[in-house]
Structures are given as C-alpha cells and as structure tokens.
Nanobody
Framework: QVQLVESGGGLVQPGGSLRLSCAAS????????MAWFRQAPGKEREFVAR???????NYADSVKGRFTISRDNAKNTVYLQMNSLKAEDTAVYYC?????????WGQGTRVTVSS
C-alpha cells in the first residue's frame, strides 16, 4: 500500500522557518517527479514546488526565493524548507507525485504563520 506521510508543520511567527518532510512508503519514488501542494482555508489546493528525479526544481511565484524543495532518494523522502514565512503561507501542506496521483494524497501537515 502506497503512503505519503507529511510532517513538520506547526505554528511559526512571520519571518520564521519550518522544514516539512514527506515520507513515502509502499514503492520506490526515486524515479518520480515529486511535488508539494498547499490548501489555505477556503481556497483551492495549489502547487508550491516540484523536483525531478535528478534534482531539477520549479516553484510557484509566491514562494520563489523563500522555499527550497529537496529529496533524499535513499530515504524515499522529500523535504520543503520554508524560510521568511508570511501569514499568507498558512495552509495545510501536502506532497504527491507529479502529475498527481489522486489515491496518494495524505493527511497533510498544517502550517500556521501568525504572531
């Protein structure tokens, strides 16, 4: 059974940092493009960042220069380093492969940016 389990969220002040993790199990995800998404209260889920199997990355304009996606294929894990956090980054963050596999959505990890 394939599972993607996100962790690392929490409450952080504006300007702070968090590192999210996405641990994959059930199969080897190293050949896949992996991505992070987020869903803010009352909004649609949106793309945040993606990374290819060889480490090429793309980011949404709203996070470019502040967030960094990375992966450790040996651990079947994807990370999202989030710096200079803003209130508008408040959301539940999810990982998935790219293109999205709908059966792979996990429970997400909640990030709240507030003073």
């Amino acid at each position: 059974q394939v599972q993607l389990v996100e962790s690392g969220g929490g409450l952080v002040q504006p300007g702070g940092s968090l590192r999210l993790s996405c641990a994959a199990s059930g199969r080897d995800f190293s050949p896949d493009i992996m991505a992070w998404f987020r869903q803010a209260p009352g909004k649609e889920r949106e793309f945040v960042a993606r990374i290819t199997n060889v480490g090429s990355t793309n980011y949404a304009d709203s996070v470019k220069g502040r967030f960094t996606i990375s992966r450790d294929n040996a651990k079947n894990t994807v990370y999202l380093q989030m710096n200079s956090l803003k209130a508008e980054d408040t959301a539940v963050y999810y990982c998935n492969r790219w293109p999205v596999q709908y059966g792979y959505w996990g429970q997400g990890t909640r990030v709240t940016v507030s003073s």
